[in-house]
């Protein structure tokens, strides 16, 4: 079938959902490349007549001719769908479910991840979708400037660039419409200024011009719209870096401080471990104190300090004889000094002071003990020097206390016999 519109309206008038006729008319539409801006065009005034049922598959058509080029590196159709596939994909998403919208949406999606169409006019597609979105009163915000055409859910645009979003989004719609508008009025300008091509008929040559001269200025106005949004861009993003530069060279001076506090906090640190090592190697190997300083350590500090004296201690020395004595005893001075006490005697050999009350006075005896005790000279010593100092005192103590105790009563009244007679043998008969 020979290339006209209305063999092209015919093959788009014919196309369904499924994939044979979306390849088939796709395949003779890229058969016929050398018409793909009359193609495009064709296309796009049928995507605004059509229902909107109808224009899912007309994406898909678009779609599957864009990839098909791409692969094959035939810039063609890639050249002619880019002026008009932000506003035909706009139109068929306008008014559509939410389940084909969600298809359209997922087509985008893909021409972004196979990066079929330049990146402004990517980014002009994305933006007249999300213009979209956020003019639905059900949806805030819209899914394809967030999650859909970015690396994350929380990928949006920080505050900091905010005020640059509307300026990049202008740029993009307005580069989208002037590059292939000018590449379009290039291709013709060179055609008719082709010194090898023969010159057509006058009539037809000032047609072609009149043609050149609006698309020229189309072209003019676009690229004129263009300059002016990229200056305004370009303010924002020298704002943006004014801002940026005065914050690091803030952040260049709190690095600074912040190395300088650093290493002095190690250097502390340093000599706080080196203090703590020498506490605890003083402490394992003391040192004797100089100069009457002790050092001593609390929490690993060593605290130096003088030593106290020593508290005097009293001498041991034994008691007075007062302590023991009382002052008011017959017969013992308040000076004289506290004498040993008597040795323990046998129970057996103990006498009565019934038998020594008659006797106020002993000389000091320089006789050997009694036969009772053991012969031992230490005993003896003892026995001599109690017997000279301390016995009278005593002796005058007993008579006062037991004075009149077994008067003339036999001491030896109730013992035994034998016992009696032992300790009259040994006392001499004294009893």
């Not at 900091?160 to 009025?185: H, I, N, Y």
């Not at 190690?266 to 050092?295: L, N």
């Amino acid at each position: 079938m020979a290339y006209t519109d209305d063999a092209v309206k015919a093959k788009l008038s014919s196309l369904n959902e499924t994939q044979e006729s979306i390849v088939s008319v796709s395949q003779w539409i890229m058969f016929h490349r050398r018409h793909a801006d009359r193609t495009c065009a064709i296309w796009l005034e049928r995507m605004r007549e059509t229902t909107v049922n109808k224009r899912l598959t007309l994406i898909y058509l678009a779609n599957e001719v864009v990839q098909q080029s791409k692969a094959r590196r035939k810039d063609d159709f890639l050249v002619a769908f880019s002026p008009v596939i932000a506003e035909a994909t706009a139109t068929a998403y306008k008014g559509a479910t939410n389940d084909v919208q969600d298809k359209i949406r997922r087509t985008v999606e893909v021409w972004s991840q196979r990066r079929i169409f330049d990146k402004p006019i990517q980014e002009a597609v994305e933006a007249r979708i999300t213009e979209l979105d956020k003019s639905r009163s059900g949806k805030k915000g819209g899914l394809l400037g967030g999650s859909l055409f970015s690396s994350g859910p929380g990928s949006a645009a920080p505050a900091e660039l905010q005020p640059l979003v509307p300026l990049q989004l202008a740029l993009s719609k307005a580069t989208a419409t002037s590059t292939p508008a000018t590449s379009t009025a290039s291709t013709e300008f060179e055609k008719l200024t082709d010194p090898e091509k023969p010159a057509p008929t006058p009539p037809v040559y000032a047609a072609r011009l009149s043609a050149l001269l609006k698309s020229l200025s189309r072209v003019e106005s676009a690229v004129a719209e263009s300059i002016k949004t990229r200056q305004d861009l370009l303010e924002g993003l020298d704002q943006l870096l004014a801002t940026n530069r005065a914050a690091l060279e803030d952040e260049k001076t709190q690095l600074s401080q912040l190395q300088e506090r650093r290493e002095a906090m190690e250097k502390r640190k340093r000599e706080v471990e080196d203090a703590i090592m020498r506490g605890v190697s003083t402490a394992e190997t003391p040192s004797p104190a100089t100069d009457g300083e002790a050092i001593s350590y609390v929490n690993g500090r060593s605290t130096s300090s003088v030593e106290p004296e020593r508290p005097k201690m009293e001498e041991l020395t034994p008691p007075p004889t007062e302590t023991l004595t009382p002052t008011d005893t017959p017969g013992v001075g308040n000076k004289e000094p506290m004498q040993d006490p008597q040795p323990l005697h046998h129970p057996t050999t103990t006498a009565f002071p019934s038998q020594q009350q008659h006797s106020p006075s002993h000389p000091t005896s320089t006789n050997p003990l009694p036969s009772f005790l053991p012969q031992d000279p230490r005993h003896a010593a003892h026995f001599s020097s109690n017997s000279g100092s301390g016995a009278p005192a005593k002796k005058r103590k007993l008579d006062v206390e037991f004075e009149g105790f077994g008067a003339g009563e036999d001491a030896m009244d109730g013992l035994d016999e034998d016992v009696a007679e032992l300790l009259r043998a040994e006392s001499g008969g004294a009893v």
